[in-house]
């Protein structure tokens, strides 16, 4: 099993920025699929970005040109760069890591006011 562990989250007005990182307690480097999921209140858990081990990126439609997925392997993190952001970004954000693990983090707040 692997722990992952996700931060950056918080506050900001809308048209502001903030960077999520999602850091796993074991080796990512041959998990093919990471990605990130958000829940806003009253809705179902929705994918938002992912990225394979080689790099490729894909991004729902809503947040394409505003939000930027990466990964680094030496440090078995993947992150969620938010630019632009909108209220109607405000969510609990997740990570997901793909097999071998299949595991998802705990969590983290995005508050985007108007």
């Known amino acids: 099993q692997v722990q992952l562990v996700e931060s950056g989250g918080g506050s900001v007005q809308a048209g502001g920025s903030l960077r999520l990182s999602c850091a796993a307690s074991k080796s990512i480097y041959q998990v093919n699929f990471m990605g990130w999921y958000r829940q806003a209140p009253g809705k179902q858990r929705e994918w938002v970005a992912s990225?394979?081990?080689?790099?490729?990126?894909n991004y729902a439609d809503s947040v394409k040109g505003r939000f930027t997925i990466s990964r680094d392997s030496a440090k078995d993190t993947v992150y969620l760069q938010m630019n632009s952001l909108k209220p109607e970004d405000t969510a609990v954000y997740y990570c997901?890591?793909?097999?071998?693990?299949?595991?998802w983090g705990q969590g983290t707040q995005v508050t985007v006011s108007s």
């Open positions: 990225i394979t081990s080689g790099g490729r990126t």
């Open positions: 997901y890591v793909g097999t071998p693990y299949n595991s």
